[in-house]
């Protein structure tokens, strides 16, 4: 994955929601293109920051057995603009969830300011098919170094 777009998770609650952050640094490859002299970060980007939260949200509930990959984006609402050196808090809910896929709501803001919310739908399949054997320790150093110090209720 070429961008890692949470930073910490602080909490989570198995099967039902997670917190993480996403500080935003001007070092980041894409604001040098997006936009020259006015850095704002992308809104796919913000996307992508609030579904990384949710994979981790419903891979770490399931304990490992299932891995979660995105399928649909709906309703995303981009409240404002965001920049360089703001500290970003991916919130991810479980609103609900069957065997095979989860909907999820998403709501990210910056200094208690709402800057996208929405829902999104997973779907949820054989994890040894996306993570094979020989690389599985790569994600379980992502997810060691993720859930370090975080809040868990089980």
Known sequence: MRYLLIDKITKIVYHKELTAIKCVTVAEDYFFEHFAGYPVMPGA???????????????????????AFLLMVE????????????????????????????????????????????????????IDKFYPVKTRHLIDAFYDYWLKDAEIIK
């Not at 980007?45 to 891995?67: M, P, R, Y």
């Not at 609103?95 to 300011?113: F, N």
């Open 45 to 67: 980007l913000q996307i992508e920051s609030a579904a990384q939260a949710a994979t981790a949200l419903l891979e770490v509930s399931n304990g490992f057995t299932k891995k």
């Open 75 to 126: 309703k995303i609402k981009f409240r404002r603009i965001v920049h360089p050196g703001e500290m970003l808090l991916v919130n991810v809910k479980i609103k609900s969830l069957k065997s095979d896929s989860a909907l999820i709501e998403a709501e990210i803001t910056s200094d208690g300011k709402r800057v996208m919310d929405g829902e999104m739908i997973f779907g949820l399949g054989d």
